[in-house]
């Protein structure tokens, strides 16, 4: 059946909570900030992944009136995710959270912004968002292409996608991963702590089969992937995944990004 797990997934979609650290962890690190856009969303495997580190997390919601910090120095860093709304709506509280980015990118705390995100920090930085002429859309799993700037961080060769919208890089930022699809700019950075991916590293299983079956309109735009498509290519393509971003997010906490991407512009 569609809806069963296989044994290549089956233990990747557990709650949060019922996730243990890993023996040994530290404690007492700072909580990293996550902020969603949806009354049920989940952050998946990025928060699993903190949950596991020893990380708490702070999970906000501006778009029910819950507020951001006016300082990160409580936090280990700020993770933004996506949602149906677009960077371009006029909501006071999309407003909001592009305006509140220039936090993180003035104290050069570890920032990541994940479709959405990614593209409130692109016009956060005076880029411009939008649809695609042919009025293509990338849903699904489709190829990633590492730039010569993002060689060393490995990326995984094929990511989920869900947007029909995409990104210009913004000035001063480093294009680091790229397709030949709908929207080539598909991972950049700006400075050595803000990073923004127009994909999606934290969906799971679980996430895939929701998000597959519940937006079925969505799966007729062009461009899209059949929805079998989603199943299959989380089952080739998800270990892969999940493996560069536990190596990103390693180095993403430990603020280990080398120098090399840190040739920001003046704003």
């Not at 699993?48 to 910090?69: A, M």
């Not at 300082?71 to 949602?83: K, R």
């Not at 909001?96 to 050069?108: M, S």
């Not at 059949?226 to 290519?233: E, K, L, N, T, V």
Request: hydrophobic share 40%; with cysteine.
């Amino acid at each position: 059946m569609l809806d069963t797990l296989t044994p290549a997934t089956a233990g990747e979609d557990r709650a949060i909570g019922q996730i243990p650290p890993l023996e040994g962890d530290e404690r007492g690190r700072k909580p990293v900030l996550i902020v969603l856009h949806q009354e049920n969303s989940n952050p998946g495997h990025v928060g699993q992944w903190f949950v596991r580190h020893g990380y708490h997390l702070d999970i906000r919601k501006p778009r029910f009136g819950e507020p951001l910090p006016p300082t990160l120095a409580e936090h280990s860093g700020v993770v933004i995710f996506g949602g149906p709304m677009s960077a371009n709506d006029k909501d006071a509280f999309v407003r909001t959270e592009i305006d509140w980015l220039k936090v993180p990118l003035a104290e050069k705390a570890p920032f990541l912004g994940i479709c959405l995100g990614a593209q409130m920090l692109a016009v956060h930085l005076g880029a411009k968002v939008g649809f695609d002429p042919q009025e293509r859309a990338e849903i699904g799993y489709y190829p990633l292409a590492a730039t010569e700037a993002g060689r060393t961080l490995a990326f995984p060769d094929h990511v989920y996608q869900w947007h029909r919208e995409g990104l210009e890089l913004p000035r001063g930022a480093e294009l680091l991963a790229t397709s030949d699809g709908a929207f080539p700019n598909q991972a950049f950075s700006y400075g050595a702590s803000a990073f923004g991916v127009q994909f999606h590293p934290e969906i799971t299983f679980a996430q895939v089969h929701r998000w597959s079956g519940h937006n079925t309109t969505r799966l007729e735009i062009r461009g899209a992937r059949a929805r079998q498509q989603h199943i299959d290519g989380h089952v080739m393509h998800g270990a892969n995944v999940r493996a560069w971003l536990d190596r990103f997010l390693t180095r993403w906490v430990a603020r280990e990004f080398s120098s090399q991407m840190s040739n920001v512009a003046a704003t």
